[in-house]
């Protein structure tokens, strides 16, 4: 865009310039292609319908389930065009079983209370687990569970990295309905090249 | 002040983010032209986060944004009209 301007007042110059001549019409044809094309981006720009984001989801763990569903579900709110890429650990968000029993590390979690030798002693895992299920329970925050069934319902893309599935031994049955099973690194820079915001989580 | 006039009422006490924002979208969706969703919310968070989705959503309009209280716990309640 910024480079049209320049070309138009030249064009525009030269011809108040030049003359008089028979130009004049042809100028006018022009300025009032250029005011349509102007106005048409502005409309295009106007709100945030249109845009899309896609969502690289790496961590299996409890609390960092979160970050990307949240801004999944939201941005579908906002009716943007929504793709999370699971891969790694993400994979696991997006398992049937285990997407429903995610755990939390007691170890190097320095919201814990407990130095990280206590923490690294049997239980210890599950019981920050469930002092954070409890949380969330406590504070009306949604379940994992629940906004990978929301995500889905808005119409957002879930998409299951096909090298974790084969690494990690996941048929395409043993992940949610909905998922885009089978997809690789080259879907997932695509939908990134082509959206307008990019996270990895 | 007067609360606009609703034709539909949306629940989301006790909900927090994003939730408030995602129901609203969906309540909305069913609704038609001219309808006024009333959603009544406990999440703070809801006033800053219902007035930038409707700011940022096509076919809505926030009307108004009253905070109130019930029971003794703070009430937000957002009132969106269906533009298109």
Redesign the interface.
Known sequence: MSTDAPEADASGDGASAGADGPDVAALAEQVEALRDEVESLAAADDGDAGRSMTIIATKGTLDMAYPPFILATTAAAFDWDVTVFHTFWGLDLLHREKSRELKLSAVGNPTMPIPNAVAALPGMDAMATWMMRRKIDDNGVATVGELVDLAVDTGVTLQGCQMTMDLMGYEADDLIDGVEAGVGAATALQHMADSDVQLLV | MTAPESTETLDVT??????P??K???AVDGLSPDDVLEVRA??PGSVS?IAG?AD???GVELLDQIEGEDGGESLFTHYVRVTA
């Open positions: 006790g909900l927090n983010c994003p939730l924002v995602v609203t979208k969906q406990t999440d986060d989705w940022g959503t096509d």
